[in-house]
């Protein structure tokens, strides 16, 4: 102990300040004590587990222990002297064992970890009078030796006893237990160390997977390989960077910011890659949000309703659970930065450049993918020149929308060349390339069409086969059908929704407009208003309620195609007129998914569709082939063959001398069955009896049949309109 001085009694007692210091850190500093005067209670100092008892001995203040598991406990003495009062002496601070451990274990560890705000010890007042203070030079103290491991232990001097604070643990605290208790994570953590660690590593192992997976995730499916998530984002760098050097709460406000946007952009990669699957192409984020009405109607009818609602939900709460985990898993990792903020910035750095090496070398895995990476930035880029474009082209489009040549055209010299002629513009659904060269699929379906062609043959009839690139791929049949018949490329809903609330001339528009045909509509995938009836120039229009159907649905199509041809033949065909007929028919039994696929049966047995009832159920679902690719290929190429014998069988049954038939597929089938980058070219044909139809397009250099062959000339599909009207006596106005 130091030296204690005696003053006069009625001298201001002195008091010494003695200064600790430790070896890394300052522990925080006791308040002293007061002496108090013979007169005075000698109050009890509290410890937060013990109370220690009352002591009769000189001021004296005994070494203070410091551990991660307790709270430092203080033993208080108070010394009576008749005559004098001794000066404080404050004796160092000695560390236990454990303490020593602890701070070698984790040396980052700050001492203010293990304080509580009980280990501050309450002044003590004299009754009377308290003594002024007076400033001494700051001296060093010796350096006090505990012969045992904990300080309370210690005795005074002249003191009965010291009552020592119960230590928590014999076991140091790590680091990991020290963080867990400063901020109330103990309990289970203390019990089980080992899983408490696993659990840590394991969930920050995850959150930079997540992070680094949403910042290299492909937007095609085929692209999914190691090596495209085994690079260097340089998003990541930069954010890691901005996080390390932000102070607490920035950083979590940024990390939230960065968190729901690259979420966002996750979300956005998976309508990606469902686009590219089933469309062809990316997620169009101004002009697909409307698609989603028509993908819950397609879900209703291949699933039902309650499956329907089940998928939503699970897609609304996968939506959420991105957003939540990728948030989390920044804020997660920039907090890791941020309390390891030296390793974290050498980490950074040496991650800066080694990405600039590479980048500035090209350096690529074998596959050709870049070890640097700008995938995140380059997806921003381009949606937002996607929006760009599809604000320009809105009102790009409306302005060639109003040039047609055919439009000033009079109608007397409009299609001259079939007066007279009932003619049929057929859509198959999703009848494509694929479909008659694809190795799964062609071989049914090129014997079909051999089949089917000698059926023609047989009854008179002649076609000629070519090649049309259409404005739409796997869905959105609609797009195919207005790019066909109005001579515009209609590519998406905007291009659509403005075209069809023109005037554009179409093809039943032309024959109508000569006023030598009348012109119906046959549309069974037609199942609500339909207000794009009069852009088109339909004069009636029979849609799915219409057409007198009571048999099943088969997935999404309403109705089989032979139904829907027996009932066009019964309350259309057949009957008298005085105009031939101009015929918009849509065949929808090929539709996606496939199954179950109506079969055919005689022609007499048609009736109100009952029939199809046991072929309904008796045929395959949905969920037992959407998934597989092979699967659906072959079921696919079956409804084509179904489609295609259909029309022909109808054609030959119905048709006569004056019947002309164009017939095509809208858009190809989705990837799974096509194949990743199919072409978008479909198969038309056009089939008659009167040789002069077939001869007026013999400059077009299609092929004699059904079954266009590979080298025949492919147009776009826009350019048929002009094409066809040209070609059959219609010139264009000056």
Request: proline letters at 8%.
């Amino acid at each position: 102990m130091p030296s204690q001085e005696v003053t006069p009694l009625d001298a201001p007692a002195p008091r010494d300040t003695v200064q600790v210091e430790a070896p890394e850190t300052k522990p925080p500093e006791a308040d002293p004590l007061k002496a108090e005067t013979p007169e005075a209670k000698i109050p009890e100092a509290e410890t937060p587990e013990a109370e220690t008892p009352e002591v009769s001995a000189p001021e004296a203040k005994t070494p203070e222990a410091e551990t991660p598991e307790a709270d430092a406990a203080e033993a208080e003495a108070e010394a009576e002297t008749p005559e004098a009062v001794t000066p404080e002496a404050e004796t160092p601070e000695a560390e236990t064992p454990e303490a020593d451990a602890a701070e070698a274990e984790a040396p980052e560890a700050e001492a203010p970890e293990a304080e509580t705000p009980e280990a501050d010890a309450a002044e003590a007042e004299t009754p009377e009078a308290e003594a002024p203070e007076s400033e001494t030079p700051e001296a060093e103290a010796p350096e006090a030796s505990a012969p045992e491991a904990e300080a309370p232990e210690a005795e005074v001097p002249g003191a009965d006893a010291a009552a020592p604070a119960p230590a928590a643990s014999d076991t140091p605290a790590t680091p990991h237990q020290r963080r867990w208790r400063r901020r109330g994570w103990g309990g289970w953590r203390e019990k089980y160390p080992v899983a408490a660690r696993v659990l840590w590593w394991t969930t920050t192992a995850v959150a930079l997977a997540v992070v680094v997976v949403a910042l290299l995730m492909p937007t095609q499916a085929d692209k999914f390989r190691l090596a495209a998530f085994v690079r260097l984002p340089v998003e990541a760098i930069f954010g890691a960077a901005v996080l390390i050097v932000l102070p607490r709460k920035p950083r979590i406000a940024v990390a939230v910011f960065a968190g729901l946007g690259l979420g966002a952009l996750t979300v956005v990669n998976f309508l990606d890659i469902g686009f590219n699957e089933y469309l062809g192409r990316g997620f169009n984020v101004v002009l697909d949000w409307s698609l989603f009405s028509d993908a819950q109607g397609y879900l209703q009818d291949t699933f039902g309703k309650g499956g329907a609602l089940g998928i939503v939900a699970l897609a609304v709460t996968l939506v959420i659970v991105v957003l939540a985990l990728v948030t989390m898993s920044v804020i997660r990792l920039g907090n890791l930065a941020a309390r390891n903020t030296e390793t974290a910035t050498r980490t950074t750095l040496v991650l800066a450049i080694a990405w600039v090496t590479c980048a500035a070398l090209g350096v690529q895995y074998a596959a050709g993918v870049p070890i640097a990476s700008e995938h995140t930035m380059q997806a921003l880029q381009f949606k937002a020149e996607q929006v760009r474009r599809t604000l320009r082209d809105e009102a790009e489009f409306a302005k060639i929308a109003k040039k047609d040549n055919f439009a000033n055209t009079p109608p007397d010299q409009l299609l001259t060349g079939l007066r007279g002629k009932d003619m049929m513009i057929t859509f198959i659904e999703s009848y494509g390339r694929s479909a008659i060269e694809d190795p799964v699929m062609a071989p049914g379906v090129d014997a079909t069409l051999t089949a089917e062609n000698k059926k023609l043959t047989d009854a008179g009839f002649a076609a000629k086969s070519g090649w049309l690139t259409s404005a739409t791929y796997g869905g959105s049949s609609w797009l195919g059908h207005s790019t066909f018949m109005s001579g515009l490329w209609i590519s998406n809903q905007q291009r659509y929704r403005t075209v069809t609330a023109g005037e554009r001339l179409t093809l039943p528009g032309a024959f109508k407009k000569t006023g030598a045909w009348d012109t119906v509509g046959v549309m069974p995938g037609i199942q609500k208003a339909w207000p794009e009836q009069k852009f088109y120039g339909i004069d009636k229009l029979y849609d799915s309620h219409k057409l007198g159907y009571k048999g099943p649905k088969f997935s999404w199509s309403t109705m089989p195609d032979q139904y829907a041809l027996t009932a066009f033949e019964r309350l259309v065909h057949s009957k008298k007129h005085d105009k031939p007929l101009m015929s918009t028919i849509i065949l929808t039994s090929s539709h996606q998914p496939w199954a179950p696929i109506p079969e055919l049966v005689p022609q007499d047995q048609v009736g109100d569709g009952s029939i199809y009832n046991a072929i309904e159920k008796a045929g395959k679902k949905p969920a037992d082939i959407i998934t597989d690719s092979t699967k659906s290929k072959q079921e696919y190429g079956k409804s084509i063959q179904y489609s295609v014998s259909s029309l022909i069988d109808y054609l030959v049954k119905y048709g006569n001398k004056n019947t002309v038939l164009i017939f095509l597929g809208d858009h190809q089938p989705i990837a799974r069955v096509s194949g990743n980058h199919a072409s978008r070219d479909v198969p038309v044909s056009i089939v008659a009896k009167d040789p002069k139809v077939l001869d007026k397009i013999a400059d077009w250099n299609w092929t004699d049949g059904l079954q266009p062959k590979q080298d025949t000339p492919v147009w776009k599909m826009n350019a048929f309109r002009d094409r066809f009207l040209t070609a059959y006596g219609s010139t264009p106005a000056p």
